[in-house]
Structures are given as structure tokens and as C-alpha cells.
């Protein structure tokens, strides 16, 4: 007789209990009860199988481009002047690409999330100041965003963005990721200090400027190895190299970016179509 009614009761808890934990959010702090909806949209998305190394590889490339200093009067790969940068952007704008955030790169590759059409990623290194004052504002203008890859001991320096420039980025809805401290390559890192040093302490420092988390990161000189890339997955859900070959296991922790110097309109459309096939 006990025994049934134990039975019973331990039934009718188990059918009361779901309704219970379902319903208690719902009750008290509206804001709170958000809390939970955003949690289970994202555990559904986790519980689809994430991609395979090889299924991430077979899947299109989506091109990334990647500046550095943006200026009148230098020459080589690493400079555009302000015009060519606004050519370029007007041309990708003309012809009908879309600028896709590290997040949407994400999701497309791990979980087959669909993209934009004519899909393109519009990266920044070095954390220059025209980055913000510069590129921002012509980003801004067709609708497009950035991912600025910041190298946290310019904070504040001259000629660099300082740590309010960078919040504004990020609060304009521009994605801020890491590019290391003192742009020392991963290769060279061979004690736990020297991550603590170019990796986990300028992260931290980074996620509290932009008061959110930094889930990306350019390698320094694009130079990566494959140990460097494991250990970087366990930070970054994304890492950005430059025009190598991807890592056949890790290929989330090496997609490739082409260095985008002083080309014409026409030649950065032949060179995006050509470097990502
Ligand atoms: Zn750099």
C-alpha cells in the first residue's frame, strides 16, 4: 500500500515538475524571464551535429578581405589610400555583396546557417585609428560591418585607436577581436606565460572595453602552426590567417583572408573570386 502511494506520488511530481520550472520564469522580473527563451534557442542550436573538419572544408569559401593601414602617401601591400578604400567598398555595395559578420561566418560553416547573398567578410589589423575614423564611417554608409582585430598594447597610443574608439566600434555593431598583445606570432609562444601574456590576459581586457565576449582572433603575420591553432580553440570560435593553406583538422582556427593592397575596383572582384574558389 505504501509502495503505491509512493509510486503515485512520484508520477504526479514528474508530470507537475516540468510545468513548474517552465513556469517560474514566466513569473516576478520580466527581464528575467527573458533569460531563459535566449538559452533555449541557443541550446537548440547547439544540439544540431556540428560539422565535421572535412565537411567545414568541402563547404564554399567565403571571401575575407583584410586591411591595414588605410592613408595617403605610403606604398606596398599594407596601405590603401582613403579613396581606394571607398572605391573598393562602393564597388562591393554595387555589386550586391553583403558583409557578414565572424558570427554568421560561424554558423554557416559549423551549422550550415544560410548567408546573404554574394556573401564577403571586411576585416581590419593593427588597430589603427583610421580604422575608426577612416573606415567606419564608409563601412557605415553602404550598411556594411567590420571585424577589427585589435593588438591591445596600442591602447591609446598615437596613431592608434584608443579604448573608447574600440567600445564605439563594437556598439555600433562592428564585431571586435584579438590580434594578440605586442603582435608576437603563436609559433613563438612556448610557455604557458607567453599565452597568458598575448592570449588569455589581453582577452579578458578586451571583452571588459567592449563589454562583451571576444571570440576572434587574427594571427599575427598570418603565421600559424597546427599546435598554435588547437590551443587557440580553446579560446576563439573563429581564427583568421592570411592567403595559407587551411589546417585540415582545425580549419575553423585557420580561415585564410587575402591582404587587400592598393588594387583597383576590378582587380579586388577578380582577386576575391580567384583566392576563395
Ligand atoms: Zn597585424
Redesign the pocket.
Known sequence: MNRKIFLISTLFLALILPGCNRANPRQGDPGKAIQPETENKSAVVNKQTPNTPAQILAKHQVPVLCYHRITEGRKGDYTVSPATFSAHMKVLADSGYHAVSPAQLYDYLVYNKALPAKPVMITF??SRVEHREIAAPVLEKYGFRGVFFI?TITYDKKNYMTKEQIAQLAKTGHTIGL?SWD?TMVTKYKEAGDWQKQVVAPKEKLEGIVGRPVEYWAY??GVYDHKGAVELSKYFRLSFSLATKRDSLQPLQSVRRIIVPEWSAHTLLKSMRQSFR
Open positions: 589589423d593593427d593588438m590580434h603582435h599575427p603575420n
